[in-house]
């Protein structure tokens, strides 16, 4: 009994009396095996029509939720704040009306009608037939403002955050100077992009409208 208390006591700490009848080769295995106790913590449990909310806002991070808008196709224009008349048979007008067109499409303030259709109607555009947009560019405001050459330019950039390219022509005498170089592209423009002058073609628009109008008493022929 001594021997055995004083085996209990050796180095100091008091040994578990029932492990002196195990095996030392088992007290070594229970040893090494032996694990500290795991906490756990409780998971919500998923039910059917239910996620967790660590996945239901990872899905939301992944796919945010936008208006859908089929591409190429333009915002809607029913509060224009600035109406462009264009010549759409000419070229190189076209360039810098297809790139505003593509600036508008962020933003939607500007309305684009195109003089070379058939179906441009002049009373719809404060009274500016044909021949007289043909002359130089015009654009018209919201409020009926008729804006004419360098200036309309300079509003219509304006509304697609492109302001500062014709800022300082605002000012003299670049103003100036920027009315008279559009004033030469004005009027040599069919000539440098290889159409005849503008007499000729308003025959040729009268000569196809008419040839369209034949069978028709509600055509009206451009002026």
Request: aromatic content about 8%; overall charge positive; charged content about 25%.
């Amino acid at each position: 009994m001594a021997l055995r208390a004083a085996c209990n006591s050796i180095g100091g700490r008091q040994r578990n009396p029932s492990l002196l009848s195990i095996p030392r080769y088992v007290q070594h295995k229970l040893h090494l095996h032996h694990s500290p106790p795991q906490r756990f913590t409780s998971l919500p449990i998923h039910q059917p029509g239910f996620e967790t909310p660590l996945r239901a806002i990872s899905k939301a991070a992944a796919n945010p939720i936008t208006p859908k808008k089929e591409d190429g196709q333009e915002p809607p224009t029913e509060n224009w704040k600035i109406k462009m008349l264009y010549d759409g048979d000419c070229p190189l007008c076209m360039r810098e009306v297809n790139m505003l067109r593509e600036r508008n499409k962020l933003y939607g303030t500007i309305k684009f009608v195109d003089i070379s259709s058939e179906n441009y109607s002049p009373e719809e555009n404060q009274g500016l037939d044909y021949k007289i947009v043909m002359g130089n560019i015009h654009a018209i405001l919201s409020d009926g403002t008729v804006v004419t050459d360098v200036e309309a330019f300079r509003k219509l950039y304006e509304q697609v955050g492109l302001g500062w390219v014709y800022a300082i022509t605002k000012y003299e005498p670049i103003a100036t100077i920027a009315g008279a170089v559009y004033g030469v592209w004005a009027k040599y423009r069919l000539q440098i992009t290889g159409r005849p002058p503008l007499e000729e073609v308003l025959e040729l628009r009268k000569k196809n409208k008419g040839e369209v109008c034949n069978d028709r008493t509600d055509c009206k022929l451009p002026q």
